[in-house]
């Protein structure tokens, strides 16, 4: 099992906030992603990254931006938090090739 | 671009054998199909990989034909534990690189 972490695990804020939901991951996978799922519902890739100081926007438009600076660690970052913002947000990383992905626990993010 | 195609839910008893099979037509050569399972409020899990005709491994078999347009997963002896989203993935270029898409993946529901 690929060691993947997100923080924090659940979050409530308020509209206009700027969040930022962290994701490591301990493998040194070139490859990681940002997944948002609400309950019941599909996985929508909304931003990818193949190694460090490359990031790709996913399928789904997303408002939310991320950063890869180091291998290890893909942040994504909302500026200003809205009601349609809520969500659960799942990170994963993985290995070149053969395309298999680890994915971390999730955030389950609401916005009031 | 490669897309899936997979019933959208199963129903089974415990102790049967599970086969959800995935249409994937349009696969390119390089193409892995690669199965996840998922639990309510969990990232999808990892089961199991193939390029082609048969793979097994202590949670699954997958079973590809020849010409790689459909694979099965099979599930042997199925508990209340399985019942979860399984996922049918087949590894597709998008711009530069590979991005891939979960689809509706088919809803298991395993009863006594």
């Known amino acids: 099992e690929a060691d993947i972490y997100q923080t924090p695990r659940y979050l409530v804020i308020g509209t206009g906030k700027k969040i930022t939901l962290e994701c490591s991951q301990t493998?040194?996978?070139?490859?990681m992603y940002w997944y948002q799922q609400d309950p019941g519902m599909e996985l929508h890739l909304i931003h990818y990254s193949y190694g460090v100081n490359s990031t790709e926007k996913g399928d789904l438009s997303s408002e939310s931006t991320v950063s890869r600076i180091r291998t290890e660690h893909f942040p994504l970052t909302l500026e200003s938090a809205r009601p349609s913002h809520t969500s659960q947000y799942l990170c994963?990383?993985?290995?070149?090739?053969?395309?298999?992905?680890?994915f971390g626990p999730g955030t389950r993010l609401t916005v009031l | 671009l490669a897309k899936t195609t997979q019933p959208i839910s199963m129903d089974s008893y415990e102790g049967q054998e599970v086969n959800i099979t995935c249409s994937h037509n349009n696969i390119a050569t390089n193409d892995y199909i690669t199965w996840y399972q998922q639990f309510p409020s969990q990232g999808p899990r990892f089961i199991i990989q193939g390029y082609k005709t048969k793979v097994t491994n202590e949670v699954a078999s997958l079973f590809i034909p020849a010409d790689r347009k459909s694979s099965t997963l099979s599930l042997p002896r199925v508990s209340l534990s399985d019942t979860a989203v399984y996922y049918c993935l087949v590894g597709e270029t998008w711009n530069s690189g590979y991005a891939l898409n979960f689809g509706k993946g088919t809803s298991l529901l395993v009863t006594p």
């Open positions: 493998m040194g996978h070139d490859k």
């Open positions: 994963a990383s993985g290995t070149s090739g053969t395309d298999t992905q680890y």
